[in-house]
């Protein structure tokens, strides 16, 4: 209230009506708080914590966060200031306002309009309100720093999402600056020589050079095909369709071919493959990545050496290794030896094991490992999901 007339209205107001104490709070909304009714005096009212008498009541009261009610010669220990503002009443109540547990400030309350004693239950009322508006305070804190927080957040997710578009941005360039040196170096070369060997072709009349140049023309072009087949196998490798596979099987398949590779190099091969091991796998994928690693074993393998392949059939998982005793990769090397275009070799793609890699952890959800020695050898070994169906026996194939 501002004045006892209008304290006197409230009172009346409020003992009429049969308002609940939500609806009473809502409905003494007061606009005209802020305006001119409001003693001045008060709100030019500035005092300095420190300059607060340490025995004095508010530091009391800010001290031990505890309701002090001033009764008669006891309003002296107010600081001057606010004695001077609350002479009227004849009692003075000071409380805490407590924001997430730390004083925010005091509220004080007189009772000049009555001049009644300040009694229990008002006390009790007074602290249930402070109460109630320490915790909307806590909570609009709450509510701002955790605005706050999110909009930092946002900051920082745009941040990231910037520096990951230009690391894509970054890597796609890097990918295909790889891609042009590759293409001019592995199409370049065959087209040269085509174009070479057809203009010989036109000023010549004997059948046989002619045959010759063909044959030599024919060669580019297979090499030609092997080098899009590599780039489009890597660029968009096809979705793969498993079926359930005796293992033995692809490699059987896979055996003549290698062999040839591997008696043209002096290299023994050897298989140990179990009979039994079933997988569910793509098969022509499945193909390709054995013969890769065979390859690469057999290409690093020098005359006399031995590349050894090997199947074991886990409970989950199936372990398939192709272990060489050729010339061992450097540890520096050996952590590029995935990645696309790396490749030690005068001719090499640099795609075989980065394709065994996608087919078997992308396609197949299993994993890839590589250990090596230089001069001594390498073990590159590949883990196979035993997938879904492996409660099926092979005899239930039919
Ligand atoms: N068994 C191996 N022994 C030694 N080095 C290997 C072996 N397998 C792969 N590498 C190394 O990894 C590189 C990349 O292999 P790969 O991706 O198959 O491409 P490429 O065979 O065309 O070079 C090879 O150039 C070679 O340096
Ligand atoms: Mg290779």
């Known amino acids: 209230p501002f004045d006892k007339e209008d304290a006197s209205r409230i009172w009346s107001e409020v003992a009429h009506s049969n308002l609940t104490l939500e609806q009473l709070f809502t409905n003494s909304h007061r606009t005209d708080l802020e305006e001119h009714k409001f003693p001045r005096e008060i709100r030019k009212v500035k005092i300095s914590i420190d300059s607060l008498s340490p025995i004095g009541a508010v530091q009391t009261v800010l001290a031990e966060q505890k309701v002090c009610v001033l009764k008669g010669e006891e309003k002296k220990r107010l600081p001057g200031v606010l004695y001077n503002l609350f002479e009227a009443g004849s009692e003075v109540v000071i409380a805490p306002l407590v924001v997430r547990e730390r004083t925010a400030g005091i509220v004080l309350a007189d009772n000049a309009f009555h001049n009644r004693p300040v009694n229990e239950a008002t006390l009790e009322f007074f602290s249930l309100v402070l109460g109630l508006g320490g915790l909307a305070l806590g909570n609009a804190m709450e509510y701002r720093e955790t605005k706050q927080n999110l909009e930092k957040l946002e900051q920082l997710n745009e941040t990231l999402r910037n520096v990951q578009a230009e690391l894509v941005a970054c890597e796609r360039l890097a990918a295909i600056g790889k891609i042009s040196t590759y293409l001019a170096h592995e199409i370049r070369n065959p087209l040269v020589a085509i174009g070479g060997f057809v203009r010989q072709i036109l000023g010549m009349d004997d059948a046989q050079q002619i045959q010759r140049n063909v044959r030599i023309i024919n060669s580019e072009i297979v090499r030609l095909e092997r080098v899009l087949n590599n780039l489009l196998r890597f660029s968009s490798p096809m979705q793969p369709v498993k079926e359930r596979v005796l293992l033995a099987e692809i490699f059987e398949s896979l055996e003549p071919v290698l062999k040839t590779q591997a008696e043209q190099r002096n290299v023994t091969l050897t298989f140990d493959v179990p009979g039994d091991i079933v997988v569910f796998v793509d098969r022509v994928q499945m193909n390709e990545v054995i013969y890769n690693l065979v390859m690469n074993a057999l290409e690093n393998t020098q005359t006399s050496g031995?590349?050894?392949?090997?199947?074991?059939?886990?409970?989950?998982?199936?372990?398939?290794?192709?272990?060489?005793?050729?010339?061992?990769?450097?540890?520096?090397?050996?952590?590029?030896?995935?990645?696309?275009?790396?490749?030690?070799?005068?001719?090499?793609?640099?795609?075989?094991?980065?394709?065994?890699?996608?087919?078997?952890?992308?396609?197949?959800?299993?994993?890839?490992?590589?250990?090596?020695?230089?001069?001594?050898?390498?073990?590159?070994?590949?883990?196979?999901?035993?997938?879904?169906?492996?409660?099926?026996?092979?005899?239930?194939?039919?």
Do not use: Q
């Open 306 to 398: 031995k590349v050894a392949i090997s199947a074991r059939g886990g409970s989950d998982f199936v372990r398939i290794e192709v272990e060489d005793t050729g010339c061992g990769i450097s540890p520096e090397n050996l952590k590029k030896v995935f990645d696309p275009f790396f490749t030690t070799k005068l001719h090499g793609t640099g795609l075989g094991l980065a394709v065994v890699k996608a087919i078997v952890e992308e396609h197949h959800g299993g994993k890839v490992g590589v250990s090596s020695e230089l001069g001594k050898g390498t073990k590159v070994h590949i883990l196979i999901p035993k997938g879904g169906e492996h409660e099926e026996t092979i005899a239930d194939r039919g």
